[in-house]
């Protein structure tokens, strides 16, 4: 106490007081049942938001991850242009030249002549739509998620001697190594009679698992030089696939790719294949974001109506202490401390609920795919071989600043009205 008489705030009497009204039976005037539901309801809703928040952080991770580690960054082609012997020019014919031009600027990594079309592949009587990128070995193996897949069978080493595959299509074709691919392109031989369809076998040497299905699933790899004889590329490129240092700032490089190309190119970058996408997960994120938050405000809510309880019934007990002289300010620090006390446990309680949810994530979607019989998780339409989630520590602060706000604010209001309470009216009829 000071020297004003007043009780410094939040005193270790304050302390004591409102402890003794939280562990209060409801016979004794407590709210015991109500505090327990308040603390739980927090917990939960907590516990809630960061699972939510991991998986949703997770998501655009993984897909992130895989759409920069197994595509380019920025690619760099030609439009369709008439040349001035007036033929329809697409490709390019100096790559190499152009190949090292690129590489020289600062911030690209890594620079991949390529070939790209889409066929049909067929083996084992199956048949299956592929998208074939044809490009070096060394070109290959500087592929981020080819080169170090989540699962691989072969080696890429024998890349030269045939063709890497996804797994999605040496599933659906029944395929492993050593065995063949036949490969058909309607864009084949010239001849009197028109263009004949070009039917090509090779082998496979390679199977990746990158973890996204679309890839996967259609994907197949092809030495540059094969590539360029199966698709009458004999000498062009279709476009440059380019890597660069910086993802997010690509747009940045654009003049730089286009002056060390050619006045006909022009850029495609990995935000405009996917900004869309991206675009809209982050919708979703605030979207979530608000509705946990919502359930998190109603359970916040249930600490308002247990103090409101409370404060009913520890109405005597307001009187007497306000006529031993404690301020009002000390009878709302004595409420104020009961509800936040509710909210920092039961927000410490679901942290820590969250956080082991994430990390053991595997083990309990696998139990709770075991109970459902499996099929839970279909990675052909959630594009992901697995759940992801990722604890983020940015993530973890909004739910706990969230909780403890919403916590601290509403319990001001039920304070405030036991502070207000006239200790005459509330001795009057005891």
Known sequence: MNNSGRTSPFAPHEWMIAW????????????????????????????????????????????TATILGANAHVSVYRPPFEDADGRIVRTFDNYDDIAQRLLQIEGVNRVAPIVKGQVMATANGRN??????????????????????????????????????????????????????????????????????RINAYDVVYIFEVGRYDIDRTRLYMPLSDAQIFFNREGVVDEFEIMVDDP?????????????SDSHSATWTWKNASGGFLRALQMEDNVMFILMSILVLVASMNIVSGLIMLVKNKGRDIGILRTMGLSEGSIMRIFFICGSSIGVI?????????????????????????????????????????????????????AVCLSLGLSFIITIFPARRAAKMNPVEALRYE
């Open 248 to 260: 997010d700032n690509v747009q940045q490089l654009d003049p730089l790719l286009l002056a060390a």
């Open 346 to 398: 039961g927000t410490i309680a679901g942290v820590i609920l969250g956080c082991l949810f994430v990390i053991y994530i595997d083990p309990i979607f696998n139990v709770i795919n075991g109970l459902m019989g499996g099929g839970v998780w279909d990675p052909s339409q959630r594009l992901l071989s697995q759940l992801p989630a990722e604890l983020n520590l940015r993530d973890v602060m909004k």
């Open 20 to 63: 003794r009204y939280l562990r209060a039976r409801k016979s004794e005037g407590g709210v015991s049942v109500m505090t327990w539901i308040s603390l739980i309801g927090i917990a939960l809703a907590v516990f809630a938001l960061i699972a939510t928040l991991a998986v949703r952080s997770g998501f655009r991770t993984d897909f």
């Open 128 to 197: 299956n739509g592929v998208e074939v990128y044809g490009e070096t070995l060394a070109d290959l193996q500087n592929l981020p998620l080819i080169a170090k897949p989540e699962r691989q069978i072969g080696k890429l080493e024998n890349f030269d001697k045939g063709v890497a595959i996804g797994t999605g299509v040496a599933r659906e074709l029944g395929l492993s190594v050593g065995d063949k691919i036949t490969l058909i392109s309607p864009d084949g031989l010239q001849t009197a009679f028109g263009t004949s369809p």
